[in-house]
Every structure is written in structure tokens, then in C-alpha cells.
């Protein structure tokens, strides 16, 4: 009965100033239908684009799946589903790190460098959740671990082996290969600045409080559609240029 009663309130009670609970709501659509879309395009792409794509339809699905638990967390409880969050991530932008190994391989680029990039995303999603969660009173050291392995990343595409191999392949490649680590470096660096606005640290005296659940799904949908849609063009034109 009292379940009942919580369901019934809860229905009547999508309160139209809840903005955190409404960037939920889009965030869950807006990655349901890039699903979708990916997946639906598939069949236009021979076997060499085909995975590329399918990537990317698999993270906008894991966050689509992951969105409906998070919106419904959010109603239920009206605090930040911080869990569920680092679940998604810590199975989407692994695979986002697979996304450049698989446009690269046409350069060479070897399973090394995709381990690599994974184990730091990993690092900087464990560390970054004993900040947010776990050792929460410490929370600017971790999120420092965190950051250091962010800025190896950035500099893997940027400068390190990653480039080297994007220069090698060159044309539409190198220009997908481009935009995407442009998307680490600006839409990635969302993420921190939400961790600094919804935790305790020094960095207090001079970032706005804000709610870090709306920075964290709106910097989602721009990094995991966006970055899906690169892909998807580069498949594009490399398909049109082969037939
Ligand atoms: C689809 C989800 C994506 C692309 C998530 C990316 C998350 C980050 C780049 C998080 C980075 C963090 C730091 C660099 C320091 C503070 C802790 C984190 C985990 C928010």
C-alpha cells in the first residue's frame, strides 16, 4: 500500500521546476533515439565500418539503459545516483577508447594502444568515484589522481602514439581523429568542473556551487551522440568513397 501510495505521488509529481529530473528525462530519450539510429544504419556499411558504428550505438544504448535507472533513482529519492553513474561510465568510455583503436587499425594501430587508454580510463573513473562517494572528505586528492590520468589520455591522441598514427592514415581519418580529440579536450573537461561544483575542496573559493547532475547529463548526451556522429560520418565517406 505505502508502494502504491509512493507511485501514485510520484506520477502526479513531475514537478515542472525540477530541472535536474527534466535533463534526466531528455538525456534517456535523446540516447534511446541516437540507439536507434546507429543500429538502424548498420546494414549500409560493409564489415570494415559495421563495428565502428556498432560502437557507437552500444554506448548511446548502455547510457540509454542506464538514464531510465538514473531518472527513476532521481525521483524516487531526489539526490544524485552517483553509483549508477560510474557504472555507466566505467562501460562507456572504455568503449569510447576502443572507438579510436578501431578507426586507427586502418594505420596500424595495435590492441597495445587501446589497452592503454582503457587502463587510464579506468583509473580515472575509480579514482574519480572514491572521490565523489567513497573517501568523499578527500575528494580534491582524487579527483588530482583522476585528472592526471585524464591528462594522459589527452596527451596519448594528441601527441602521443595515437597522432602519430592518425597522421599516418591521414585524409578523412586524421579529420575524425582530430574532432574526437577535441571532444576529450573540451567535452571531457566538463566532467571535472561538475565534480568541483558537487564536492568539497579547495578549488570552493572560486567554482560556483552548482548541481552536478545537470553538468554531468549534459555533457553525456554532447560527448556520447556527438562523438557517435563522428564516427558515423567518417563511415560515411569512407563507404562512398570504396563503392
Ligand atoms: C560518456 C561518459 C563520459 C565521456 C565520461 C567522462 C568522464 C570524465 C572525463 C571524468 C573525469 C573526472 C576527472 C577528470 C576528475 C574528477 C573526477 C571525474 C571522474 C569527474
Known amino acids: 500500500m505505502k508502494a502504491l501510495l509512493l507511485f501514485a505521488e510520484l506520477g502526479t509529481k513531475l514537478d515542472p521546476t525540477d530541472y535536474v529530473g527534466f535533463t534526466f528525462f531528455v538525456g534517456s530519450m535523446a540516447m534511446m533515439a541516437a540507439s536507434a539510429f546507429f543500429f538502424l544504419s548498420l ?35 531526489m539526490e544524485s545516483p552517483t553509483f549508477f553513474r560510474y557504472v555507466d561510465w566505467l562501460l562507456t568510455v572504455p568503449l569510447m577508447c576502443v572507438e579510436f583503436y578501431l578507426i586507427l587499425k586502418v ?30 572528505d578527500q575528494a580534491a586528492l582524487w579527483g588530482f589522481i583522476s585528472g592526471a590520468a585524464y591528462f594522459y589520455i589527452v596527451y596519448e591522441i594528441w601527441l602521443g602514439s595515437a597522432k602519430k598514427m592518425a597522421v599516418a592514415a591521414g585524409g578523412d581519418v586524421l579529420k575524425a581523429h582530430k574532432i574526437l580529440c577535441w571532444f576529450v579536450l573540451v567535452g571531457w573537461a566538463i566532467y571535472p568542473l561538475g565534480y568541483m561544483m558537487g564536492t568539497t575542496g579547495w578549488y570552493n573559493s572560486f567554482i560556483p556551487d552548482g548541481n552536478i547532475d545537470v553538468v554531468y547529463n549534459i555533457a553525456d548526451a554532447i560527448n556520447k551522440i556527438g562523438f557517435g556522429l563522428v564516427i558515423y560520418a567518417l563511415a560515411v565517406k569512407k563507404q562512398d568513397v570504396n563503392s
Open 43 to 77: 546494414s549500409q556499411f560493409d564489415k570494415k565500418w559495421r563495428t565502428s558504428v556498432l560502437v557507437s550505438g552500444l554506448i548511446t544504448f548502455i547510457a540509454a539503459v542506464h538514464y531510465f535507472y538514473m531518472r527513476d533513482y532521481w525521483f524516487a529519492n
Open 107 to 136: 594505420a596500424g594501430a595495435k590492441p597495445s594502444l587501446m589497452w592503454k587508454l582503457i587502463f587510464a580510463s579506468v583509473v580515472m573513473l575509480v579514482t574519480g568515484y572514491f572521490g565523489e562517494a567513497v573517501f568523499m
